[in-house]
């Protein structure tokens, strides 16, 4: 007779089970990182999740160029994507919080990159970041405009919806959660909604507003967004782009007063595009009535047929690559990601340790995180050491090296001396060449520049910048001061002056502060001991022994001490730059190249011992067959006919 199963035996086999099944669900888990042409997701829900995730991006980001009628698109700021194969998973990852924004997938904004998190789960989890990427896409890719068109086109561009043939737009943005501010009760508002029901602000005040829609907001936000949605509507659908680029540029650039531009950008008064805008909404009202009623409560309506495009291009048109992650550098990714949210910080640090004490986890990954955890605690020199060790690891990874530009960053924030400025230089040559548009490197780049003294290279350096990311003051402001301290006064001062009228306080009291300050630097060369005192980079000089500061600043970069084998010897011949035609490129002696520069009358022999790693501006990278083409160079002269070629511009 078989002996009866213990209660203990039971428990075994049900251990043993478990065991097995967590074994195998480990095994069957991958991660991947999947890479279109712009876009890299990483992920363990399978390559083709991961695929599709990346072609929707893909999607997107050709529907925003149709929109906006460009034939190239700027990314000037990475984008890091994580989609997460079950929504548990991804509920650890996201940010404490409620609402429809993080529900699905979220987007984390970076001092370095963009981190977007998604809920592969979902099948549509990507359209919970479509206004943020809108937002992305538009900063970088269109001028300065007032508050109504941004909040107007994201909320326009975040109804985006795709079929199997087409891509259509313009539906109802909402349902909004609002907190009754009179007894403390939710409700729920479309956009229709609340033009329907509310009166609608004058557009005088309209176009006059300057904030932006909060994560939360209340009645007034939502009216104000609600009302630029709809003249945005009308403007891109009665084909009215081109003369809202017009209207833009009476107002921001010759200052013309919106009343006034608007007559004279659309050739009617502000009073009628008001009733027309209002017109227009009654038109489409019935569809979006129909939309709302049809759709079940707390999910975003889709009214079909306000604008169809034709798919520029279907997720099978997409080329894509995956290759296989170890899982301890997927979890160094995730956690890199991690530490920049305060309340995940301290977790992530935790298994991040872990990760480096074991020699077969360490990876430049898990140390570049760990350096940014200690940089946002202002703890410099732990960040360094994780930085170094890093680099020991991966010399060429560009993250590590942008770390790296931080931390020199961080340490001279404050007029303290810069460590490691000239290996900050060095560090960023190498992240610009693995990310020729990437703004922030070119700005911390001409700040490393200028504090080194270097201010003609300064000034290549942030013009780059300004290109790259045309809104972004902070770059404005560094430009103007490289223009002073180059002596370029007239540039000085005209760039100055626009900044004064930012609607950013700071911004404009800095820049009203300079303009007072540039008659007295123009006339005497120096400000007074005070003010000089607390000018950013004052006491950063990093090589007192160099025959000026130009020098200084372009000195031979210094290694990272895990590399560093001899002190470099400095090259003191000072940088000029030219704006000239390159007739031809010389590559017989490759990597060596030589190029053929004319200017004027006068040509010049201008060499690169590796083209492979010189700077080009302009271009994804360096290309023998270049020709007849206008260029602008920084280079070091030889004799009077030839030199060494440091950066070359394509114009």
Same mark, same amino acid.
């Given at each position: ?124 989890s990507w359209r919970a970041v479509e206004r943020s990427f809108g937002r992305y896409l538009l900063d970088y890719n269109y001028p300065p405009t007032q508050a109504w068109f ?11 919806? /795709? ?12 349902? /909004? ?398 940088i000029q730059f030219l704006k000239a035609k390159l007739l031809a490129v010389d590559c017989s002696k490759a990597p060596e190249a030589v190029l053929k520069i004319l200017s ?52």
């Amino acid at each position: 007779m078989p002996a009866k199963s213990t209660p203990q035996i039971r428990l075994l086999f049900l251990f043993i089970y478990l065991l097995a099944a967590v074994v195998a669900r480990a095994a069957d888990q991958q991660w991947l990182r999947v890479s279109s042409d712009h876009f890299v997701v990483l992920t363990d829900a399978g390559e083709r999740k991961g695929h599709d995730i990346a072609a929707r991006f893909e999607q997107m980001r050709a529907v925003f160029a149709q929109l906006l009628v460009r034939s190239k698109l700027r990314m000037a700021e990475p984008i890091e994507i994580i989609a997460v194969a079950n929504h548990p998973e991804y509920s650890k990852l996201a940010p404490p919080g409620n609402g429809n924004s993080i529900t699905t997938g979220f987007t984390l904004q970076g001092a370095d990159r963009v981190y977007i998190v998604l809920d592969a789960s979902y099948p549509e989890s990507w359209r919970a970041v479509e206004r943020s990427f809108g937002r992305y896409l538009l900063d970088y890719n269109y001028p300065p405009t007032q508050a109504w068109f941004d909040e107007g086109f994201v909320d326009y561009f975040a109804s985006l919806y /795709f079929t199997p043939t087409r891509a259509e737009l313009g539906g109802d943005a909402g349902p /909004f959660s609002i907190t009754d501010e009179q007894n403390g009760n939710g409700k729920s508002r479309s956009f229709a909604d609340i033009l329907e029901r509310s009166d609608w602000l004058p557009f005088p005040a309209l176009l006059g507003m300057t904030h932006r829609r909060e994560d939360t907001p209340g009645e007034k936000d939502l009216l104000f967004s609600a009302e630029s949605w709809m003249l945005t509507h009308y403007l891109l659908n009665r084909n009215k782009l081109t003369e809202t680029g017009t209207y833009f540029g009476l107002v921001e650039i010759q200052r013309i007063p919106p009343a006034e531009a608007v007559a004279q950008a659309y050739g009617m008064p502000l009073a009628n595009l008001e009733t027309a805008v209002k017109e227009y909404f009654h038109s489409l009202r019935p569809k979006f009535m129909a939309a709302s009623e049809s759709t079940p409560p707390g999910v975003a309506a889709h009214s079909p047929l306000v604008q169809e495009l034709p798919l520029p291009i279907t997720t099978d048109d997409v080329a894509s690559s995956a290759r296989q992650v170890p899982a301890w550098e997927a979890q160094a990714l995730v956690d890199e990601m991690e530490v920049r949210i305060p309340e995940r910080r301290s977790t992530a640090v935790e298994q991040l340790r872990k990760l480096v004490a074991n020699s077969r986890n360490e990876t430049s990954i898990a140390h570049r995180a760990l350096a940014w955890a200690y940089l946002e605690q202002g703890e410099i020199p732990n960040a360094f050491q994780e930085l170094n060790a890093g680099v020991t690891i991966n010399p060429s990874d560009p993250w590590t090296r942008m770390g790296l530009a931080f931390a020199s960053y961080r340490s001279g924030e404050k007029g303290a001396r810069v460590q490691g400025l000239a290996n900050m230089m060095e560090s960023l040559h190498i992240v610009v060449t693995r990310y020729p548009e990437y703004a922030e490197a070119y700005n911390l780049l001409g700040w490393a520049r200028l504090a080194g003294g270097g201010a003609n290279a300064a000034i290549e350096s942030m013009r780059v910048a300004v290109g790259l990311s045309p809104r972004n003051e902070d770059y404005r402001l560094r430009l103007a001061e490289a223009y002073i301290a180059a002596k370029k006064w007239e540039d000085a001062v005209a760039a100055l002056e626009r900044l004064k009228l930012s609607e950013d306080p700071q911004i404009a009291a800095a820049a009203d502060k300079d303009l007072h300050e540039v008659p007295f630097l123009k006339k005497f060369g120096v400000l007074p001991a005070d003010a000089q005192a607390s000018k950013p980079g004052a006491t950063t000089a990093v090589n007192p022994g160099a025959e000026n500061a130009e020098e200084s600043a372009e000195a031979e970069p210094e290694h990272t001490p895990a590399a560093q084998a001899s002190t470099p010897q400095v090259d003191k011949r000072p940088i000029q730059f030219l704006k000239a035609k390159l007739l031809a490129v010389d590559c017989s002696k490759a990597p060596e190249a030589v190029l053929k520069i004319l200017s004027g009358r006068k040509t010049l022999r201008l060499r690169t011992s590796n083209y492979e790693s010189l700077l080009v501006l302009g271009r994804e990278k360096f290309s023998c067959e270049w020709k007849d083409i206008a260029v602008g160079v920084n280079y070091k002269a030889g004799g009077k006919m030839d030199g060494d070629l440091l950066s070359l511009e394509l114009q």
